[in-house]
């Protein structure tokens, strides 16, 4: 069982930066894929950012060149380092772990985000 804490959301104003950090129980050097995802009202979750073990990293084309994803293998965490906030950027965040190419596959409690003036 692997849990995920998210940290970092806040209110921020438009053209704003914020971190946010995730912190996993195990040891994310192994995990086969990690990355970020959001969800706003009414709508689907969707992946913003995701890294996997052989490094490679992929972002949503809404979030290119403004979001960096990066991490920590010592501390076992993840960071989503966003920049040039826009009120669209508004939502809850997700941690999102795979464990293995096949599965397990864990999420954590969410963190908001709200741009807004």
């Known amino acids: 069982q692997v849990q995920l804490v998210e940290s970092g959301g806040d209110l921020v104003q438009p053209g704003g930066s914020l971190r946010l950090s995730c912190t996993a129980s195990?040891?994310?050097?192994?995990?086969?894929?990690m990355g970020w995802y959001r969800q706003a009202p009414g709508k689907q979750r969707e992946m913003i950012a995701t890294?996997?073990?052989?490094?490679?990293?992929n972002y949503a084309d809404s979030v290119k060149g403004r979001f960096t994803i990066s991490r920590d293998n010592v501390k076992n965490m993840a960071y989503l380092q966003m920049s040039s906030l826009k009120p669209e950027d508004t939502a809850v965040y997700y941690c999102?772990?795979?464990?293995?190419?096949?599965?397990?596959?864990?999420w954590g409690q969410g963190t908001q985000v709200t741009v807004s003036s």
């Open positions: 890294f996997t073990i052989g490094g490679s990293t």
């Open positions: 195990g040891s994310i050097s192994t995990y086969y894929r």
């Open positions: 999102n772990a795979r464990v293995t190419r096949w599965g397990g596959e864990y």
